[in-house]
């Protein structure tokens, strides 16, 4: 496992909010799930105080809040096949703290996760977001020492890709992993639609994977006979791909 770009295997998504994960990495997990290989998304939040503005406006309380974005968020997993935790560690800031990142590595550690999704170390609009995939990050490191105290074996190597932020080009995002999410795109549109608070996003991101999708079939080679309306999310692969062939 992990040796291969293609290669697939148990699939682990750390979002900082509840909604992050539908946006960005939705269409991964839904193709994971369709292969039967197990997919787990922990949100660190809620996105209570920083991407609810709808709920705060409308006089909910912190609690309700927390409660609606959850119902939303498990909605959108049960949509794509995922199963799903919330850390409640509080958003905006959501804080690193040393007993989070713990809990990040008996997550790694109790999944075995043959690839890892989370967001951009770099996030001029949401400091949560880089908080987020650095403890993720952190946490996989930790998880792979064998020394380290928390139950399970250690960790293999599992790639890790950042799924793609809002503003990629301030978050010096630039794609080298284009996935074609074509076969599941009805099912990432369904679990958008899940989000209805957030409803100015569900064309932008059917938008995005329009464009996204061109550039996959221009990079795929032009008479590869691929959909006409070829769909895709974009990645950064953190790590070096490890390959006896280059292809
Ligand atoms: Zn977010």
Redesign the pocket.
Known sequence: MGTETSSAGRLLVIS??A??FVWRAAGAIALAAERGDPAKVVCLSF?ER??SARAWREGRTLKEIKGIRRAEAEAAAAELGAEIDFLDAGDYPLQETPELVDRLVRVYREFTPAVVLTHTLTDPY?G??PAAARMALQARVLAQAIGYDAPGEPLGAPPVFFFEPHQPEQCDFKPDVLLDITPVFERKRKAMECLPAQQHMWDYYTDLAKRRGVQLKRNAGPNLGLAHDTLAEAYVRVYPQTTAVLA
């Open positions: 900082a909010h909604g992050d996105g920083g991407e949401n949560d977001h």
